[in-house]
């Protein structure tokens, strides 16, 4: 075969295995945009159950729709957010979300959880929670390049009210 044929050839393969890669990955910087504005986080919110609250988790945030809810069954809709780029090396392929109750000693106890979201999947998590102070975190800890990251530590929390 004809060296110049066999180089004509393989460079269109090559582009398309790039361009399908970075696809795959997310790797589109419009992609992150997306999430807010409608696209990918639209497309999630379909299925999204009626009145559940729903949970972004990236690289480095918990945004809760609303922070608080009323006293009984609660829904949460957790979905890991599409708006980061995991190729970075900076972590976060995974995320999960942790439901935590204050005590009036000021420790936490778990409510409930739902654990390894990977990029653009949701999952729902439906709790009965009485009045009081909680916390919605993840506390995925993985190491990326030698070092362990703890997601807590990188901001992955934030307060969340339940009344009567």
């Not at 986080?41 to 945004?63: C, F, K």
């Not at 439901?99 to 009965?128: H, I, Y």
Request: aromatic share 6%; charged share 15%.
């Amino acid at each position: 075969m004809n060296r110049r044929r066999v180089v004509s050839l393989t460079f269109p393969v090559v582009v398309l295995a790039i361009l399908v890669t970075a696809v795959a990955c997310g790797h589109d910087s419009g992609m992150g945009g997306m999430m807010g504005n409608g696209g990918m986080g639209r497309m999630m919110s379909g299925n999204q159950p009626a009145g559940s609250i729903r949970v972004d988790l990236a690289n480095w945030r918990v945004e809760p729709a609303q922070s608080s809810a009323r006293a009984g069954s609660v829904t949460f809709w957790a979905i890991h957010d599409m708006g980061y780029q995991h190729m970075s090396g900076g972590g976060g392929a995974t995320h999960d979300l942790q439901v935590m109750k204050k005590n009036s000693d000021g420790s936490f106890e778990m409510a409930g959880q739902v654990q390894g979201l990977t990029m653009g999947e949701a999952k729902e998590l439906t709790l009965d929670l009485t009045p009081g102070d909680y916390e919605l975190s993840c506390n995925v800890v993985e190491q990326v390049n030698g070092k362990m990251i703890s997601h807590y530590k990188q901001g992955m929390h934030t307060t969340f009210k339940v009344t009567e």
